[in-house]
């Protein structure tokens, strides 16, 4: 059974701890927006890839009220499709006090590479091995039906460049807490280095 969106998010949102403690009221803040503040897509280019990648990042509503503050980190992959869907259920969780404010990033292709770009997701989230179907009988019917040539799988290198690479540029201008948690849709949601992500980012 597919779960909804918002549940599958939800989940995702709630990992990071308990919400009625960690987020005040954004009534109670003076200056605080009423909504988290979507920022213009920004290129990123990587040691790791020859091509580029584009970042989508919200703050928290009370990111300028409270200077002071740090926030968790919520990682969103296919940052172009999917970040405005996230930002938009964040921000009605937290208003109703349902999940704690965050710091929202999420990476994917450029949106002007259009479908194209997208499908290099195939490349970034397969751990090594060949193919892309499961393994099992499911996997070989899958390639009789829509047989996938080779291609690099390049898993470990997408989570290098997020740990590495990434996340200490964003570190220096930006105020993460030590929570971190990854969100991804599809293909990025059965992505084998998610239940190690947060602990390899929240180390660094």
């Keep these: 059974m597919r779960l909804p969106i918002i549940t599958v998010v939800a989940f995702a949102l709630l990992s990071l701890g308990q919400p009625a403690d960690a987020n005040p009221q954004l009534a109670a803040i003076p200056g605080a927006r009423a909504n988290m503040d979507l920022l ?6 990587s040691r790791a890839f020859a091509y580029p990648h584009e970042l989508t990042i919200a703050l928290p509503a009370s990111y300028a009220a409270q200077p002071g503050r740090k926030y968790p980190v919520l990682w969103v992959l296919d940052g172009p499709l999917m970040t405005r869907a996230v930002v938009g259920i964040l921000d009605t969780l937290v208003i ?4 704690p404010e965050m710091i929202v ?8 590479d259009g479908l194209a770009g997208v499908g290099r997701r195939i490349v970034e989230y397969s751990p090594q091995g ?14 009789k039906v829509a047989p996938i040539p080779d291609f690099p799988h390049r898993a470990d290198d997408f989570l290098a460049m ?3 690479d990434l996340r200490p540029r964003l570190a220096a201008r ?3 807490s030590g929570e ?7 293909a990025g949601g059965w992505w084998r280095h998610i239940p190690s992500f947060s602990a390899a980012l929240s180390r660094k």
């Excluded at 213009?40 to 280019?45: C, L, M, R, S």
């Excluded at 990033?105 to 002007?112: H, L, Q, T, V, Y």
């Design 162 to 164: 997020l740990i590495d």
């Design 180 to 186: 971190h948690t990854l969100y991804g849709h599809s």
């Design 40 to 45: 213009a897509p920004q290129p990123f280019q």
């Design 105 to 112: 990033i999420g990476i994917g292709s450029p949106a002007k």
């Design 130 to 143: 060949r193919g892309y179907a499961p393994p099992g009988l499911a996997g070989e019917a899958w390639a």
């Design 174 to 176: 930006y105020r993460f």
């Design 96 to 99: 109703g006090n349902h999940a």
